[in-house]
């Protein structure tokens, strides 16, 4: 989640890694009826009376799997849970500008189309140059702006620097708290792009625990026993097989970090120049000197790995209607895919 590793450093964040946190209580046998909102405020740690109302208001307080209001009244043996997002890390953050593709927004949310080599939020390495300090300025420099109460950006989810695509942020903590609900509930919609190594020849689904590497901490691994990690499922759809890659259609049901890179590493597809996953050798072909030129001239038009997440579905947290937003294929991407394509033509036809 928002955790820090052995080094102090903010862990690089991969798919829409959950930034939520879930509390599941029982009450006592001989619990006395008292107000939920109380009850909790001696069970949760770090949160407000009103912000356990305002998690009530948006339905994220439960008991017995019913939503509940702050007023309900907490009955001997009842199951309860809460969801809330994750407290932002107490760090300066320095507006500056950054110019950002804005897909949409309101008084609510931000739609952005993030760019690849750009870090989600400031942390260990990397202070400025930031999604969110980019954010923080257009924030501010908005007509409707209070610049005695700068609003700042609420994470919901994130990609890592080296992926592109669409994503949202929250503009109010009502609206932070309930998109953490949606993606807790798996109720949001995420689809990737992803160009792996190797034939996949049919769709699929990877089941498996993902958790730091036991020899690597920078990287993840999979756990297909689940003596590690968390569960971890991704289905995946072919779109287009060019013999030695595969173009995949990627939809999360979960948001483990490094969930897509990981997943495919473990089933020997490791994705297209994924230098944390092996993706970054020529792992299928020939030996030709020209073949390897070839893909060595792709590596340097995509220096990252090929991962863009296309589409995300959400229900708008104040009015309740049904978004879909969509980021057209990169730049960087979409000119290695053609060049495969006119390689495995031009290979066919010989």
């Not at 001989?30 to 001696?42: S, V």
């Not at 080296?162 to 798996?186: D, I, P």
């Not at 579905?313 to 960087?332: C, V």
Request: proline share 5%; glycine share 6%; with cysteine.
């Amino acid at each position: 989640m928002n955790d820090l590793n052995e080094a102090g450093e903010a862990p690089e964040l991969e798919e829409d890694q959950e930034l939520f946190e879930h509390y599941r209580i029982q009450a006592d046998k001989g619990q006395e009826l008292l107000r939920i909102d109380k009850f909790l405020m001696d069970r949760v740690p770090n949160t407000s009376r009103t912000k356990l109302q305002d998690a009530a208001t948006d339905g994220n307080i439960r008991v017995n799997g019913e939503k509940v209001k702050a007023n309900y009244k907490v009955k001997p043996g009842d199951d309860i849970s809460i969801v809330l997002p994750y407290p932002q890390r107490e760090i300066e953050l320095i507006p500056e500008n950054i110019p950002l593709d804005i897909r949409y927004e309101d008084d609510t949310i931000v739609i952005i189309n993030k760019a690849s080599n750009m870090v989600v939020h400031p942390g260990y390495g990397n202070y400025s140059g930031t999604l969110v300090n980019a954010l923080i300025y257009h924030f501010n420099n908005l007509p409707s702006s209070d610049n005695g109460l700068p609003l700042r950006p609420g994470l919901v989810h994130r990609l890592d620097k080296n992926t592109t695509g669409v994503m949202v942020m929250a503009k109010t903590e009502k609206a932070l708290t309930n998109l953490s609900l949606q993606f807790f509930e798996r109720t949001i919609d995420r689809r990737y792009l992803a160009l792996a190594w190797g034939d996949i020849e049919e769709d699929g689904t990877i089941e498996g625990h993902i958790g730091r590497s036991l020899k690597n901490r920078k990287v993840m691994d999979v756990f297909p026993e689940g003596d590690f990690g968390k569960p971890a499922v991704t289905h995946y759809k072919v779109l287009e097989r060019l013999n030695y890659v595969t173009l995949v259609e990627c939809k999360l049901e979960t948001g483990r970090t490094h969930q897509i890179r990981a997943h495919f590493a473990h089933i020997g597809h490791p994705l297209f120049n994924d230098p944390e996953y092996g993706g970054n050798r020529i792992l299928k072909g020939t030996t030709f000197s020209k073949y390897k030129q070839f893909v060595m001239n792709n590596f340097e038009m995509l220096p990252r790995q090929a991962l863009h997440a296309r589409r995300l579905e959400l229900t708008h947290p104040a009015t309740g209607d049904r978004m879909n937003f969509e980021s057209e294929m990169p730049e960087d991407m979409g000119k290695v895919l053609d060049r495969w394509r006119q390689y495995i033509s031009t290979r066919n036809n010989a």
